[in-house]
């Protein structure tokens, strides 16, 4: 466990008579009951980690099978690294001057490399067996970074979403490339190369408008726009999906819920009333918010991630079907570990619901409001498998009441 705060903290077992010595596993621990459907899975919370002792949020999760590393990006604008299997802090990145807004492992050919973007109108590229920025791409203090995204023909593009313009850098000599400054009016929330077809680029944006830019050859933005999808309201988190990931996948600002066949620019689900729907797909609270869409490729399958806020998850299943019901029962709880907003979502290599029954393996991982990062088992939880979970973490300190962050 990570130290370095004023309190050290004690894993014990709650509501246990007899505590294990500090060198055996903390004995197991019931993290709640909950009411649904025999068809939804309960998974269990293996461990819980307080990354900060304070009231700082974990914003993003991101991890490298390579080096068995995790990462977290925290509101105290720094970067910190744990192992995955066993929780054990490893050490942090700092340098950022302002939030950081996204986190990725995706730098060619450098396992040990992760980048992040910030408010600070940098992209940096850190060293996770030195902990040092090794790299820093500048677009000016007055150019937010709010996404990023590696891609091209060649594999050698950057880009970067920021005030309403889209920058393109050769990874390889730190130059800029391109500015793509007339398609969007608003700040650039999300950009994505295309995973089977590296040199489209899909930007999204507040002012309601997802854009496809071909990125081969010289780039000019009047010849190089191919289509612009018009969402109608203030984009949030865009991604791929589909067997040949010739879908897109729209969460917004509102929390309403869109897909599109990105090829031909044409929306084929519209859900307006997401967080309606998926309430009365559980007997569970009201869904709040969404947190992020996972898509398992194996089952061809799309979940929107609702969470409630108090810090519960449900994976509800997503069906090109308005009319018979767009969104499905909840096919997996995640309970116990948050008390608070969930801000981030980040599923282990290969993770499927549809396969949980299987795989006795590490599900995922969660962060949020309340600063923890939460390891879920893919076991369900029953009366002969109990999970645990600090004491110093189910009784918090009084916490102050934080608005969520916008990326604008």
Sequence with gaps: MEGGGDTAMEVEAEASPSLPEASGSPAPVP??????????????????IQTNFGDDYVFQIDSCQEISTLAVSLSTNALKFYSPATGQYLGECTGHTGTIHEISFSVPSSPQVICSCSADGTVRA????????????????SNEMFSFSFGGSSGNLLAAGSNSQVLLWDWRSSKQIACFEDSHMDDVTQVRF??????????????????LFDTDGDIDEDNNLLSVMNV?????????YGNTYQKLWCLTHIET?????????????NVEDARSLATNKWSLDHVDYFVDCHYS????????????????????????????????????????GHTGVV???????????????????????????????????????????KSWISTSLVSRVEKKTKSRHQPY
Excluded: M
Aim: aromatic content about 8%.
């Design 31 to 48: 993290v709640g009951s909950v009411a649904s459907s025999s068809t939804t899975r309960r998974l269990g919370l293996r461990n819980s």
């Design 126 to 141: 850190w060293d996770t067996r030195s902990f040092k920025q090794i790299s820093l791409l500048n677009g000016g203090a």
């Design 194 to 211: 295309a995973p089977n077809q590296q040199s489209k680029l899909i930007s999204a944006a507040v002012d309601g408008l997802v854009c």
């Design 232 to 240: 109608e309201t203030s984009v949030a988190k865009v991604g791929f």
């Design 257 to 269: 819920l869109s897909t599109w066949d990105w090829n031909d620019g044409t929306r084929e689900l």
């Design 297 to 336: 490729l194996p089952d061809d399958w799309l979940w929107v991630i609702g969470g409630t806020s108090a810090g519960t998850l449900g994976y509800f299943p997503v069906k090109d079907d308005p009319e018979g019901g767009a969104i499905g029962s909840a096919e997996a709880v995640l309970e116990g």
């Design 343 to 385: 801000r981030t979502v980040h599923p282990a290599a290969g993770s499927s619901l549809e396969s949980l029954g299987q795989n006795r393996g590490i599900f995922g991982w969660t962060g949020g409001e309340d600063g923890r990062l939460c390891c879920w088992c893919s076991d369900d939880v029953t009366a002969t498998k």
